[in-house]
């Protein structure tokens, strides 16, 4: 067990430091709760994985932030809310869980020309959670797709501007620019690291949308409806960030505090026998 304070505790989870632009976001809405953030990188990345394997991942990790004495757990990745959403909501009933979907609803008010380009990993376009958006927001609009092969990596290797991230991210823009995209969706928590390069590459003209603020949002609700007598929101108490990876610590430590610009400590976690398990460092 950790030794957070016992106040709001928010877990979240993403296959790596991608749920960390989520983390900043709830951190931005409430600096006041104790999160608690694993980063599976013994397992990065998950998009390319089958949703059954992604949706084991998923369950462990839940159960391991119960543990830690979450009171809602927010599943800051794409690919595990395609593979794990509905089932992690009919396993825990008692758990708010908030997830990820790419923002195809706004994107499709916000566009002018009515095309949208998505930018996501495989298994968030295989989940039934991606076609049930396409459904419901996007008939009015024509929508691009591309699963930007290695970026996830480039950015877990802490390149966010390089030659070979540009070369990627050029190769799954340009098309969609071509095709008179206007607006471009982040289906994948990774992906607001690269803003600056994407918007560089698209031009100022073209719309990123980054959904974690509104993410932030949700968990700010479902919290304050979990524990609508808790002292919440007095901005007084500072809320402690504890981060863990099923990865290497020490480097983990260094991206994120690169990343979220945010000094916290990081323990190390283990697989065993589909189990996470802390290891003593
Ligand atoms: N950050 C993740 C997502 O939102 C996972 C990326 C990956 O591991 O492939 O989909």
Request: with cysteine; glycine share 8%.
């Amino acid at each position: 067990m950790s030794d957070l304070p016992p106040s709001s505790t928010i877990g979240i989870f993403d296959s790596g430091v991608g749920g960390l632009s989520v983390l900043r976001a709830i951190r931005e809405l409430r600096g006041d709760v104790n999160i608690f953030y694993v980063a599976d990188q013994a397992h990065v990345p998950y998009g390319p994985r089958p949703l059954e394997q992604v949706r084991g991942f998923a369950t462990a990790i839940t159960e391991y932030l119960l543990g830690e004495r979450a009171e809602l757990i927010t599943v800051a990745c794409n690919a595990a809310s395609a593979a794990a959403l509905y089932s992690l909501r009919e396993s825990f009933p008692e758990v708010p869980f908030v997830g990820m979907e790419p923002a195809l609803k706004p994107a499709a008010t916000l566009s002018g020309s009515g095309t949208v380009g998505v930018l996501a990993t495989p298994a968030t376009f295989q989940g039934e959670l991606y076609a049930s958006v396409l459904e419901r927001f996007a008939a009015s609009v024509t929508v691009l797709t591309s699963t930007c092969p290695g970026l996830v990596q480039r950015i877990e290797a802490g390149d966010l501007d390089g030659p070979d991230t540009r070369a990627i991210l050029e190769e799954a823009l340009c098309p969609m620019l071509d095709a008179g995209a206007d607006t471009i969706v982040l289906g994948c928590t990774h992906y607001p690291f690269v803003i600056p390069l994407i918007q560089l590459i698209a031009g100022p003209g073209v719309k990123v949308i980054d959904p974690s603020p509104a993410v932030a949002r949700q968990a700010d609700r479902l919290l304050k409806e979990a524990r609508p007598a808790a002292k919440i929101a007095d901005g007084l108490s500072a809320g402690r960030v504890q981060l863990c990876t099923t990865g290497d610590p020490a480097a983990f430590s260094k991206l994120s505090a690169a990343l979220f610009g945010e000094s916290n400590p990081v323990s190390q976690l283990a697989w065993n026998k589909g189990a996470l398990c802390q290891v003593e460092m």
